[in-house]
């Protein structure tokens, strides 16, 4: 496929439905569009500027690639890009699409969106026709050749069918006897033990609560790491493993919590703590906040006059990306804007696209 869009930095139009890029699952390096980058409608020169393209997929992953693009004419913003196969990979639409232009971690841009499409082939899920046949018939005629052979170890096995029947009934009547003998001792033994009230180690029932005093209460484990079953001091149920193999220490920074509530918990889930800005004003009743549940990280808030690419906030360690992520926030001013919010590998976050005296609302999720 080969088309040409021009696309504005300015996103005055946010999304260009009529721009659609359309591929099949397993399509390689057969994908290309010519892109036209205008600043307001004029030419965007691209000297000394990287550009991206970047997306998310119909699974929710990323690609960030910039290998694709072959700059033609950077002085007027003219260049191609060539898909990689990786943005065909899922099918489905493309949930969110778009290019941007970065100057190291100085300057970044982004066009608006536009639409590309991943259509299913034909082998995902299915079978060859020919294969499947072929093979079927070359197993058939193995069968006719050796049917010869069947045939002859099927009479043999019927002559020795009433030979090994009598061996059975003979081995029968022994094993009877003796079976007998031992089951006539368990009984015996079992008897003893009823009467002394002692659990056996495996395989037996207890018909009456069973009671623990100590605090960890259960350890579960014969092989590798151990895992011990602990009640806390707030009621709640403790999961967690020995910090070496067969260990008896336990490692209660890998724990999983069941609250008296019911709720799950991890030990690196978090309420929700402030987060300390720099250089912009603080909305009261908004303060900048984040909480980690799992995996997930959240962060709300809202920030008064913050300077555009400038890092006002920074996410400590254990809440932050494996990459940049931006994402839209709302501008409030004279006239309500949409704005970009990013948040950084190593915790900063900043904004783009907001003008002096703006109120930025914040609300981020994403997954370390």
Partial sequence: MNATFELDIQKEKYEYTSLIVTGRMGDVASNT???????????????????FYECVKPDDTVIRDTKGVNMIDAANGHFSYTF?????????QIKRSFFSIEKEKTFRATTQDFSVLTLCDALTGHIESKPYIAEFD???????????????ANQKIAALTPYIQKKVEETDAKCKGVTERIQTRVDNVSKQIDAMEIVKKAGDTITGLLECKSDNAVVLGSRSYKTVIHKGAQGELIFAPSTVSQGDTWDWNKAVKIMPDGIIKQATDTGWINLPTTGVENVPDRILKYKRSGEQITVIGSVRNPVNTTVFATLPTGFRPVQNIAFPALAYGAVPTVCEVTVKSDGGIFVNGVQSGNTIHIA???TL
């Fill in 364 to 366: 981020m999720n994403f």
């Fill in 33 to 51: 569009v010519e892109i036209y980058m205008k600043n307001g409608g004029e030419p965007y020169p691209l000297t000394n500027l990287t550009v």
């Fill in 138 to 152: 070359q197993a058939l005629e193995m069968v006719k050749g050796h049917r010869k052979e069947i045939d002859e």
């Fill in 84 to 92: 990689p196969a990786e943005v065909f990979s899922v099918p489905g």
